[in-house]
């Protein structure tokens, strides 16, 4: 089992930033790849971004590229997701995701946070 915990979220003004952490604990050793998702009301959770956690492999959803960036810190077993340029439409519940049984190619994202509140006000 692995067991994620974000922080980090919090209200702030269109053109902000904000940094997530998600702290993984547990049997870490096994994870293939982390990823923040995120699931405004009234719509489906949705893929933000990924990264792999042995290779500096990362993917983006085309409405955060060049805004968003993940990363990690092994040590730490703590990923992380900057966030600028923030908009209205970033407001959701972002959510940490760590993959054991996938691959690159197909992750499965077997464990998940809770979830923290971004809101962009306008």
């Known amino acids: 089992q692995v067991q994620l915990v974000e922080s980090g979220g919090g209200l702030v003004q269109a053109g902000g930033s904000l940094r997530l952490s998600c702290a993984a604990s547990?049997?870490?050793?096994?994870?293939?790849?982390m990823g923040w998702f995120r699931q405004a009301p009234g719509k489906e959770r949705e893929f933000v971004a990924a990264i792999s956690w042995s290779q500096s492999i990362t993917s983006y959803a085309d409405s955060v590229k060049g805004r968003f960036t993940i990363s990690r810190d092994n040590a730490k077993n703590t990923v992380y997701l900057q966030m600028n340029s923030l908009k209205p439409e970033d407001t959701a519940v972002y959510y940490c995701?760590?993959?054991?049984?996938?691959?690159?190619?197909?992750?499965?994202?077997?464990?998940w946070g809770q979830g923290t509140q971004v809101t962009v006000s306008s």
């Open positions: 547990g049997r870490t050793f096994s994870t293939n790849a």
């Open positions: 995701a760590a993959d054991q049984r996938g691959t690159w190619s197909h992750l499965t994202f077997d464990y």
